[in-house]
């Protein structure tokens, strides 16, 4: 299935006049790689928006459109609980094993909770 990030990519791509080969060759990938990262097989590399917002000089409006696809395209995330007390890694591996099993309406309450917490961070 393809991502937000894969579909804005292709349609950049068409807009452009370009194959996914040229794409590649110009974010010195395979084309291989790049398909994986449009169809979700692989994460969004840390450096291809600014990359791409430079190759094809993307106004602002699309750098924050193409920015949301990639966070909308996520397909896996890495906890570092090396410097994590007790009690947060705990929470995170409980999370991590029960992810799966949570249902649409328990998402959204997590979803409220964090936001909250971020807003009244954001506040202090």
């Known amino acids: 299935m393809i991502t937000e990030f894969g579909k804005a ?13 040229n794409m590649a060759k110009k974010l010195e990938v395979t084309p ?25 000089q993307l106004p602002v409006d699309e750098k924050k ?7 909308d395209s996520v397909v896996s995330v890495k906890l570092n609980l090396s410097q994590i007390e007790q009690p947060q890694r705990k929470a995170a591996l409980v999370f991590a094993r029960n992810f799966d099993t949570l249902s649409p309406e328990e998402a959204d309450k997590l979803l409220e909770f964090f936001k909250a917490k971020s807003l009244k961070g954001a506040c202090q």
């Open 9 to 21: 990519l292709r349609k950049l791509r068409i807009d452009h006049g370009e194959i996914l080969l």
């Open 65 to 71: 459109k193409l920015e949301q696809a990639v966070a």
């Open 32 to 56: 291989s790689f790049l398909s994986a990262v449009e169809v979700g097989k692989k994460n969004v590399p840390a450096n291809w928006l600014e990359r791409i917002v430079e190759l094809y």
